[in-house]
T-cell receptor
Framework: AQSVAQPEDQVNVAEGNPLTVKCTYS??????LFWYVQYPNRGLQFLLK??????LVKGSYGFEAEFNKSQTSFHLKKPSALVSDSALYFC????????????FGTGTQLKVEL | DGGITQSPKYLFRKEGQNVTLSCEQN?????MYWYRQDPGQGLRLIYY???????QKGDIAEGYSVSREKKESFPLTVTSAQKNPTAFYLC?????????????FGSGTRLTVV
């Protein structure tokens, strides 16, 4: 069975500094990986995904993620954080079996401070 | 605009009651999913449906039931057998195409047992 780990419950960063939210995965076969962001009492908003191709994926709102097959990681990054980036971030992997289900990590709360 | 609509946004249930959460999509997606979100646990899959009149249990189906009589609709019933139903419930649908975000999420229903 596939799984996703987000080792940090919370990440704090100063506005203007680069941010990284970590994600590692375990899956048989080629991974389909996703990042989502959630604001309080809202649904999930898609940021980016990796299916195949370039290891550096660019997404919405200036976010990008680097796929590293040898380290089974898919860390989310942004060169310069904004206070408005403060939210809950989820990494997910798509099931390679039936149903195309998404398996999520436990989420990382990002707090960007002035 | 195309999207997923979940209703109600907030729902209060008394002990022993069944309640039904609505999920409607106008994206013409075949597959639909129900997730439960609890703090610190990420999103866990309750049920999913890949086509009309067919659905499968997810990881935490006990105490829940679903139906898929129409492509657009995938209601979730939280039964009295669900011991701890207080949570945030998210519905999603999936496009068969790999272009774009693939999955679209509703804005959620927060269920509270009173």
């Amino acid at each position: 069975a596939q799984s996703v780990a987000q080792p940090e419950d919370q990440v704090n960063v100063a506005e203007g500094n680069p941010l990284t939210v970590k994600c590692t995965y375990s899956v048989s076969g080629n991974p389909y990986l996703f990042w989502y962001v959630q604001y309080p009492n809202r649904g999930l908003q898609f940021l980016l995904k990796y299916i195949t191709g370039d290891n550096l994926v660019k997404g919405s709102y200036g976010f990008e993620a680097e796929f590293n097959k040898s380290q089974t990681s898919f860390h989310l990054k942004k060169p310069s954080a904004l206070v408005s980036d403060s939210a809950l971030y989820f990494c997910a992997v798509r099931d390679t079996g039936g149903g195309n289900k998404l398996t999520f990590g436990t989420g990382t709360q990002l707090k960007v401070e002035l | 605009d195309g999207g997923i609509t979940q209703s109600p946004k907030y729902l209060f249930r008394k002990e022993g009651q069944n309640v039904t959460l609505s999920c409607e999509q106008n994206l013409n997606h075949d597959a639909m999913y129900w997730y439960r979100q609890d703090p610190g646990q990420g999103l866990r899959l309750i049920y999913y449906s890949q086509i009309v009149n067919d659905f499968q249990k997810g990881d935490i189906a006990e105490g829940y039931s679903v139906s898929r009589e129409k492509k657009e609709s995938f209601p979730l019933t939280v039964t009295s057998a669900q011991k701890n139903p207080t949570a945030f419930y998210l519905c999603a649908s999936r496009s068969a195409l790999d272009r774009g975000p693939g999955y679209t999420f509703g804005s959620g229903t927060r269920l509270t047992v009173v």
